[in-house]
């Protein structure tokens, strides 16, 4: 085993634990945190996928922006283990078989593709580099990127406008 | 890493997202759940573009980036989402103090309560 490989399944291991603990944990605030060390493991798989750019980012916007709002939300409203509503045990456990069926189709449709022997290259190549992507975004995707300026605006308008109290 | 590994893990992810939403009642937990769900469509993209990437690289040194920039791009909605939903859940815990999805189900019944008034009063202003 390389060390990439000991470093995947490492990560993976993370990622999958603390996933199912931000659904498991009663309480929200630790919930929101699992969710945060879920983020940081899903940034170490991009910087094995060798993608920079994209590892800066998720920390920056996910894990530094976005779960912070959460973060404020649940303190604002005083949120914690005692006010957290409980949904009936059958209702839960149905939700659980639901998802299992789904993870059993999931996989049983996606067993014997054959792109199987296709590798995902780790530690190698410059396309998740901050210069290529940055020459490709103000290039090919330049109309997307104003367009997606012109949704921040809508958003931080509608934020206000449902945020307003009257 | 062979592309099964990261398809799979992500599928993982994505089912565990699902589960949250059908179990939790909070509604900022299947905000997260949704967040989570996000994350491993991205990883996928990802580990996808890479794949395209070594498969094409004689072709195109450039293959593959799109790829990432798709991913980019589901990021910046992901914030625009979030700040959006988060201000009508707060909007909603102010109106009926409380953030259990159970309670969101007054619409189909006759708008008797307060915060049901609310919203219909404020969609009909916005409408004019």
Partial sequence: ???????????????????????????????????????????????????????????IVYAGAIMVLFLFVIMLMNLNESSEPKKNRWL???GVVAGGCLLLVFVAALKNIDIKKQIAE?????????????????????IPFEISSILFLSAMVGTVVIGKKD | MPI???????IALFVIGIIGVLTRRNAIIIFMCIELMLNAVNLMLVAFSKMHHLANVAKDASAGIDGQLFV???????????????????????????????FLNRLKHEYEDHFTSYCITSLRRISY
């Avoid at chain 1, 919930?31 to 800066?56: D, P």
Wanted: aromatic content about 14%; glycine content about 4%; hydrophobic content about 60%.
């Fill in chain 1, 92 to 94: 839960r456990m149905a």
């Fill in chain 2, 4 to 10: 099964n590994y990261y398809i799979f893990l992500s």
């Fill in chain 1, 1 to 59: 085993m390389t060390i990439t490989q000991i470093l995947f399944w490492a990560l993976s291991a993370l990622t999958v634990f603390s996933a199912l603990m931000v659904v498991v944990s009663k309480n929200p605030v630790h919930s929101v945190l699992w969710l945060i060390f879920t983020f940081f493991c899903i940034s170490g798989h991009y910087i094995l996928l060798n993608a920079q750019f994209l590892f800066i980012v998720n920390i």
């Fill in chain 2, 72 to 102: 980019f791009f589901i990021m910046v909605v992901a914030a625009a989402e979030v700040s959006v939903g988060l201000a009508i859940i707060v909007m909603m815990y102010r109106n009926i103090h409380s953030v259990d999805v159970n």
């Fill in chain 1, 122 to 142: 780790t530690n190698t190549d410059d396309i998740g580099l901050i210069q290529n992507l940055g020459q490709a975004l103000f290039n090919e995707y330049v």
